[in-house]
């Protein structure tokens, strides 16, 4: 049952209408703000934009799409991440979520998307809760599932964003995380935490839950951090294109990965 401060569900349009409207940012279903600072504080709840598979009903499965440092929910619209769903009639919502730096930074990203995204949809009926995240985006969607895996049902990271470069490149000179002992003095506690759950999934031995997929540009900023997790991936959850950290590549991993059905 949806809660009775939820927003009201709108009436559904039709595909083109709903393209002219992604094209200009007008399916704004929860207020957002009209600029992006390099710095802005948090909210008391997080702004997003919802869009529904069907109107007047929510589908069985969540995609909560979480953006880059400095993107909106708006660069998901502009840039067809929308579109490239309902064109494909998948019978699935969208959250798209303003989870910008200052989450981050006050280390209230987890946190967040526990009490504000993850447990309420949960409670409104969604059976399968997926986390997409790109660059920055992509290391929150890591350490949510790293706190509360058995909450998702599974993540895609695209070109993630996963700290300091420290760490990954002694994990790259150890051979890889399988090979890493764990260990770096001096290294930042909570990227050494992830990185640490990164290595006991790639040591475990069967299929890992929640099911974790990668994707990146092979000329990303990122490559190195990104091929240290999908060395340890069954190959088929590993997506990658040419390209830099940008959206056009971004885009292309995103069309691939819903043209697998991995949820």
Do not use: K
Not at 127 to 134: F, Q, T
């Amino acid at each position: 049952m949806r809660p009775t401060n939820a927003a009201p569900l709108p009436p559904a349009p039709g595909l083109a209408t709903r393209r002219a409207w992604l094209a200009t940012g007008a399916l704004v279903l929860l207020p957002l703000a009209g600029c992006v600072p390099p710095i802005r504080p948090v909210q008391d709840r997080m702004d997003r934009v919802l869009d529904l598979a069907q109107p007047g009903a929510r589908a069985r499965t969540l995609l909560v799409l979480l953006p880059g440092a400095y993107d909106t929910p708006q660069d998901f619209i502009r840039e067809g991440f929308v579109v490239a769903v309902r064109e494909r009639q998948l019978p699935v919502d969208l959250l798209l979520l303003d989870a910008h730096t200052g989450y981050y930074t006050s280390q209230q990203i987890v946190d967040r998307l526990l009490n504000e995204v993850v447990r309420p949809a949960r409670e409104q009926g969604y059976a399968r809760i997926w986390l997409v995240g790109i660059s920055l985006g992509g290391y929150g969607s890591l350490l949510f599932t790293r706190e509360h895996a058995d909450l998702i049902d599974g993540a895609f990271v695209m070109a993630a964003f996963l700290g300091r470069r420290d760490l990954p490149a002694a994990i790259g000179q150890a051979g890889g995380l399988r090979t890493w002992d764990g260990q770096l003095d001096g290294a930042d506690a909570h990227d050494l935490a992830l990185w640490r759950w990164l290595r006991e999934r790639a040591l475990s031995p069967g299929p890992q839950r929640p099911p974790l997929w990668i994707g990146y540009g092979d000329d990303d900023r990122f490559v190195a951090s990104n091929r240290l997790i999908a060395a340890t991936l069954p190959p088929a959850q590993v997506l990658v294109t040419d390209g830099g950290h940008a959206w056009a590549p971004w885009r292309r991993l995103w069309d691939r990965f819903l043209d697998l059905r991995a949820w």
